[in-house]
């Protein structure tokens, strides 16, 4: 009896683990999904397709993945498949996954005397000749069928489910209501990990009239995204950082100034269109990390006390006018993340010292090295100790600190 409520549980939690599924029509292969179109088509009208469903043609960046390719369409009378690779040259590391992650390097069964990009910039499986399975470069004209990739995701009860998130499409409100209203659903506005993500966003407003969407992101450098549900900047589609505020958009069309799927920074205020995103599963509010304090606006701290978040400028007391004191300064940034902290000018007394520390406090290993004028932290944290010794006031110093990862 006891074995056999065990087995009960082992399998119910068995199953709850294996509701992996696809949408769309799409079909779970080796945990992917692919679907085959046959009606063959140039490589851009294919590519185009795919992005519809927020996919991708078809990667196999393994030998399991490219065999199953064999058997998934095994049935059809089809020699050709245009796959998502595009080689800009005629070697390995010059043919690129669609999804951005990276070249031919990891993985590649091109056939003997490919890559040629001279043939052709796209590639495709070849299902004739011998051995099968082999990759071929062609002329993106031509047409042949294709199949498209999604990620796998798991059960929910939302319509727009893509790799493991809820997306929900809401009516427009500026920056700060949007985000209370997604908190409200258990989610954030949505943050944006990966090409694939960005063309599905893109995807759920294809038949809609609207020209940019909110997204959940601030940008005070162009290189530099602070996501509300506090998730790590892994991937950037921004184009421009605006001069009139710093919240993220998407456009959804291409126009003399956007491009359809790229982020630009505007005002915080207008009421946008915006998506919020949640996990998938039941929607547990306790669950949802507390959003991260908002981003600083870049401020010279000459000496104020508390914990400076990147980025920012810190300075010595009184500047750009000649300091009288000392000061203490505790840099800090998200977990993951690492302070890039570099002196834009430093002009101090012989007798004065800066004391930069590789952690919270002066009790953190002291960074070695005078006259470094740029220095990467191992943690999260910095703390420096601007020391007063001279007695002589001086002109100071200026430095500009960034969130690295
Ligand atoms: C691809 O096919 C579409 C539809 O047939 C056509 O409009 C487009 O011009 C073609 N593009 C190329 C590069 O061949
Ligand atoms: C493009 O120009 C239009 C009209 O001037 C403007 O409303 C829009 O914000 C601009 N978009 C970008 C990305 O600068
Ligand atoms: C600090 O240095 C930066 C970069 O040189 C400069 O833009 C900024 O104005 C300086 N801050 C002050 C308060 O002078």
């Not at 390995?92 to 490919?114: E, L, M, P």
Request: hydrophobic share 30%; proline share 6%; charged share 15%.
């Amino acid at each position: 009896m006891k074995s056999l409520v065990l087995l009960l549980l082992i399998s119910s939690i068995a199953y709850g683990y294996d509701n992996t599924i696809c949408k769309n029509g799409f079909n779970l292969v080796n945990n992917k999904c692919w679907k085959l179109f046959q009606d063959p088509a140039n490589h851009t009208t294919a590519e185009n397709t795919c992005t519809q469903y927020g996919g991708s043609l078809f990667m196999a960046k393994n030998a399991i993945d490219n065999r199953a390719i064999l058997s998934f369409v095994g049935g059809y009378q089809i020699d050709s498949l245009w796959m998502g690779i595009f080689c800009i040259g005629s070697d390995k590391s010059q043919c690129y996954w669609d999804d951005q992650t990276g070249t031919t390097v990891i993985y590649d069964n091109f056939a003997t005397g490919f890559p040629n990009s001279g043939i052709g910039r796209c590639v495709y499986y070849s299902l004739s000749g011998s051995p099968r399975g082999q990759w071929l470069n062609e002329d993106c004209t031509e047409k042949m069928p294709y199949i498209c990739e999604l990620p796998t995701t798991h059960t929910d009860v939302c319509d727009l489910n893509f790799n493991d998130n809820c997306y929900f499409r809401l009516d427009a409100q500026p920056f700060n209501v949007a985000q209370k209203q997604c908190e409200q659903m258990c989610g954030d506005m949505v943050s944006i990990h990966s090409a694939e993500e960005n063309r599905f966003i893109a995807s759920i407003y294809q038949d809609l009239p609207y020209d940019y969407i909110r997204i959940g992101g601030v940008a005070t450098f162009s290189d530099f995204i602070v996501w509300t549900d506090g998730t790590t900047m892994d991937y950037n589609n921004l184009e421009r950082i605006g001069v009139n505020g710093i919240c993220l958009y998407m456009a959804l069309k291409n126009t003399y100034n956007s491009t359809r799927g790229a982020w630009y920074a505007f005002d915080c205020s207008t009421p946008y269109n915006y998506v919020c995103k949640r996990p998938v599963g039941e929607p547990n509010c306790r669950s949802t990390p507390a959003p991260p304090p908002p981003p600083q606006p870049i401020a010279t701290a000459t000496c104020t006390s508390g914990v400076h978040v990147a980025p920012g400028v810190i300075s010595s007391p009184g500047y750009p006018h000649y300091y009288t004191s000392g000061c203490q300064y505790t840099l800090t940034t998200f977990g993951p993340n690492k302070i890039r902290l570099f002196f834009n000018y430093c002009n101090i007394s012989p007798n004065d010292y800066i004391y930069m520390y590789d952690g919270e406090s002066a009790y953190a290993p002291l960074i070695p090295g005078k006259g470094t004028w740029t220095f990467t932290s191992t943690g999260n944290t910095m703390f420096i100790n601007f020391k007063y010794g001279s007695n002589k006031p001086a002109p100071g110093f200026n430095a500009t600190f960034y969130s690295v990862f």
